[in-house]
């Protein structure tokens, strides 16, 4: 315990200034997906503070970032028309809390492990591009869709495409120049100014940049009144007048409502979704980790089933693992996940005492921070190293990237899954049965597993060896051989006499592979060939 505070205290240096960077990436998301969510804003930041104190607190996670995440947005948006009342809403998260308890004491995060690295560094590229791609209306002044959405189709016919054109026909001038020139700070801060100076490292860029976005914003409104940005280009948190105004954002379930069906579906999708959606992140941020530290996935459903259950009980959204933050808190520096604790502690202290500075915030300062973000994670150089480890990694890694683009996160993962398992199922294919010859000598060797899947090419290869030839089966390497298998070689050893092929097939010690006979060996030697065209003339 007190080695753990020694170094919790020891990474603190770093562990602020990226919590700063991951509220200021925080605090647009939360909202915005509340607002594509149906729900109430508030209930966003609910299920921000909760992913960064209660969840941050009970994970295993040294630098996963929870809250309320764009791949839930349609699941609460059904669910809430169907229910018609946000309270029933609520107990639905609360109970969906309670079966990702169950998931996690069953052991079901090793689900996890079975997803190929190449789809989990697809994942990453395709949110670094969707980050790019959607956060570059907002960036123009251009907020027709909520920032945070993941999703290819919008509201209204567009997609992520023609949203990106459409912006091009609707800029305002003063976001699109905020815009501008926060990216230019972003980048010049963090590859020129910072590295400087050990102080300097400490700051965060993204501090600075919503500090003159905001400086610049209200600059314009003495000296260019027609290019101030409005209140829609700008964060909305709702505003208290008094303690109990305060209070009354929060929410609670309406027990009431528990007899009632869709609630318990929606309790279910929600928790099998928001786990899937964990794991997959979990995966990409012990992958970022430069510690490449591994987080126990069960424990993960754990905390996530806690941090939801609170969430529904005080009136949040449901909440996940979400990769953005957590790349910005990677990106930010952070150490240990006292820097996902602070970011929720801060956006609990920042909606209670200073919520109208906050509202001074342009969007579109906030979204050169996630395009900064986005490009970190989609760098070229990333897909050109993929191309060079072979079309086995390249294929799905980019087929990944563009079913993400073309769909949303889960059905992209879905698909990168798919071809993955096809390449791996190739790659075993392949390595599973070696065949070389020497004159008439023949060895084949069976290794891993040879599934029904390789009899085609067995039977074709064992039919080819010519008259008059030795072949030796070596199968001790094998731990699984299909029965389909053992029958074409033993098939095999009845009728190569015939053709004056000895051979002799060598079996494992150690297992039964299915072999009729005793014994380690089994030898069928040649008889007297007799050519089919002398045997015509007969």
């Known amino acids: 315990m007190v080695q753990k505070v020694k170094q919790y205290a020891s990474a603190l240096r770093y562990d602020f200034p990226s919590s700063v960077v991951v509220f200021l990436v925080a605090l647009p998301l939360c909202l915005g997906i509340a607002l594509g969510s149906g729900a109430p804003l508030f209930s966003g930041i609910i299920a921000g503070i909760v992913g960064g104190i209660v969840i941050g607190a009970l994970s295993g996670s040294q630098l996963s970032v929870s809250g309320p995440a764009a791949g839930l947005t349609a699941i609460v948006v059904v669910a809430i028309g169907k229910l018609q009342v946000f309270e029933a809403f609520l107990l639905a998260v609360v109970l969906g809390g309670i079966f990702q308890i169950i998931l996690g004491s069953l ?12 789809v989990i560094k697809g994942m990453l590229a395709a949110i670094g591009l969707i980050l790019i791609l959607k956060q ?126 869709v609630v318990w579906t929606t309790a279910i999708t929600i928790a099998i979704v928001a786990s899937l959606e964990t794991l997959l992140n979990i995966e990409a941020a012990d992958d970022l980790d430069p510690y490449q530290r591994v987080t126990p996935t069960n424990r993960e459903l754990m905390a996530q089933g806690a941090g939801n259950m609170l969430s529904g009980l005080i009136g949040g959204l449901p909440i996940t ?51 900064f973000t986005g490009y970190k994670l989609a760098k070229p150089s990333l897909f050109i190293k993929f191309y060079k480890k072979g079309w086995d990694q390249f294929l799905p890694f980019v087929l990944t990237v563009a079913a993400i683009l073309l769909t949303d996160l889960l059905k992209g993962i879905l698909i990168g899954c798919v071809v993955g398992l096809f390449f791996v199922i190739r790659s075993n294919f392949k390595s599973a049965v070696l065949v070389v010859s020497d004159a008439n000598k023949y060895l084949f060797r069976l290794r891993k597993d040879v599934s029904f899947l390789n009899k085609p090419i067995i039977k074709n290869r064992l039919e080819k060896v010519p008259a008059n030839s030795s072949v030796l089966i070596d199968a001790t390497r094998a731990d699984f051989i299909d029965k389909d298998i053992v029958e074409v070689i033993e098939d095999f050893l009845k009728h190569a006499p015939l053709k004056g092929i000895t051979v002799e097939l060598k079996k494992s010690h150690f297992k039964d592979q299915g072999f009729s006979g005793n014994g380690s060996k089994v030898v069928a030697k040649a008889k007297p060939f007799v050519p089919e065209k002398e045997m015509a003339e007969a």
Do not use: C
């Open 321 to 371: 693992s979400v990769v953005v933050r957590t790349s910005a808190n990677i990106n930010g520096g952070a150490k240990t996940k006292m820097s996902t604790i602070f970011h929720g502690m801060l956006l609990l202290l920042s909606v209670s005492f200073i919520p109208t500075v906050l509202n001074l915030i342009p969007l579109s300062a906030l979204a050169a921070i996630l395009i």
């Open 136 to 261: 570059f209306p907002h960036m123009v002044g251009y907020d027709k869709d909520y920032p945070g959405d993941e999703t290819f189709s919008q509201s209204g016919g567009d997609n992520t495409f023609s949203a990106l054109f459409g912006s091009l026909g609707h800029l305002l001038p003063g976001a699109l120049m905020v815009g501008i020139v926060s990216l230019i700070i972003m980048i010049v801060w963090e590859k020129y100014i910072a590295p400087k100076s050990r102080f300097l490292k400490l700051v965060p860029g993204p501090l600075i940049v919503v500090v003159i976005a905001v400086v610049i914003n209200e600059t314009l409104r003495s000296v260019a009144p027609e290019l101030v940005i409005k209140e829609s280009h700008l964060v909305k948190i709702p505003v208290a007048d008094s303690v109990d105004g305060f209070l009354s954002f929060f929410t609670f379930p309406d027990f009431s409502h528990i007899t009632n069906p």
């Open 107 to 118: 052991k079901a995060g090793i689900l996890g492990d079975y997803i190929p690295s190449s």
